[in-house]
C-alpha cells in the first residue's frame, strides 16, 4: 500500500491565528470602532468568517474597559446557549472566573410552561443571584436577551456587560436593537440584524479575556 501524500495546508496553530487575523484587519472596516474595540471586533469576525459583519458591530464607550474590569475583578460569566459557554476559552479568563449557564437546570422546563416562555428565557429567572457586576453573553436565544432586559426593567442588579449576539429571524434583531436603543444603564456589544451566535458570543468574551493579560 503506497503512503497517502500530505495535503499541503498550514498546520501550525500560531500561524493560523496570525494570518486570519492579518486577513480580517486587510478586510473589515473597523473605522467607525474606538481602537479598543478591535481586538474583540476581529475575533468576532474570525468566529463568522464574514469580514463585513464588523460593520453591524455596536457598542458602548465603556464596553471594553467594563468587561476587562469585571473579567478581572473574578465576575461571573453568565451564558445562554452551553454553546456559548463551551466556546469560551478557560485559559484566557483571568482570575477563574465562573461560567454559569442555566439552560439545563432541572427546574426550566417547568419554569417556562409555567411563565409560558422559552427555556432560554426561563433560565433568566435563575440568574438573579449571579448577575450583579457579571459579563452576560448572550449568542443564541433572543428570547434570554428580552426576559434580561425586562428584569433590569424591574430592578434586578446590573450586569457589568452585556453582550448580544442572537441569531436568527425571530426576535434575533429586535432583542438587539433593543438593547442598543435602551441598555438599562450597562455597557454593551451588540451585532445589529439576524446575524449572531453562540461563536460570536463566546468569540467576544475571549478577546476581554485576552485583553486582561
Ligand atoms: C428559536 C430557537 C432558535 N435556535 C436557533 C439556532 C440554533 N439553536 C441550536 C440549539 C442546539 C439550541 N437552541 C435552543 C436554545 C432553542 N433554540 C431556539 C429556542 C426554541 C428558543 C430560543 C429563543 O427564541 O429565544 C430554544 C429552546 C428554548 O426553549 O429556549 C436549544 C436550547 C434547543 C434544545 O433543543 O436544546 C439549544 C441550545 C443548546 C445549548 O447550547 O445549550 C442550534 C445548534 C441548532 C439546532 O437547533 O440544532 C443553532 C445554534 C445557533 C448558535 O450559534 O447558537 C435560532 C436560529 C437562533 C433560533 C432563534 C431565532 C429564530 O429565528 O428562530
Excluded at 74 to 97: K, Q, S, T, W, Y
Excluded at 188 to 199: H, V
Aim: charged content about 15%; proline content about 6%; hydrophobic content about 55%.
Amino acid at each position: 500500500m503506497t503512503a497517502a501524500a500530505a495535503l499541503d495546508y498550514l498546520r501550525d496553530p500560531n500561524a493560523i491565528y496570525r494570518a486570519s487575523f492579518a486577513a480580517i484587519r486587510a478586510e473589515a472596516d473597523l473605522s467607525h470602532l474606538p481602537a479598543d474595540a478591535h481586538p474583540l471586533a476581529i475575533r468576532v469576525v474570525h468566529a463568522c468568517g464574514m469580514p463585513d459583519a464588523a460593520a453591524d458591530l455596536v457598542l458602548s464607550a465603556d464596553a471594553v474597559t467594563a468587561g476587562i474590569r469585571a473579567l478581572r475583578s473574578g465576575a461571573p460569566v453568565i451564558c445562554d446557549a452551553e454553546m456559548v459557554a463551551h466556546g469560551l476559552i478557560r485559559r484566557f479568563l483571568p482570575a477563574g472566573n465562573p461560567v454559569v449557564c442555566r439552560l439545563n437546570d432541572p427546574t426550566v422546563p417547568a419554569l417556562a410552561a409555567d411563565l409560558g416562555t422559552t427555556r432560554s428565557a426561563a433560565q433568566v429567572e435563575l440568574w438573579q443571584g449571579d448577575l450583579a457586576g457579571a459579563v452576560v453573553a448572550i449568542g443564541n436565544a433572543p428570547t434570554a436577551l428580552f426576559a434580561l432586559l425586562e428584569k433590569l426593567d424591574a430592578g434586578w442588579p446590573k450586569p457589568a456587560l452585556i453582550l448580544g449576539f442572537p441569531v436568527g429571524f425571530v426576535g434575533a434583531a429586535e432583542s438587539k436593537a433593543e438593547l442598543a436603543r435602551n441598555s438599562r444603564g450597562v455597557a454593551f456589544a451588540a451585532l445589529r440584524g439576524r446575524r449572531g451566535g453562540s461563536a460570536m458570543a463566546a468569540a467576544a468574551v475571549n478577546a476581554l479575556g485576552a485583553g486582561c493579560t
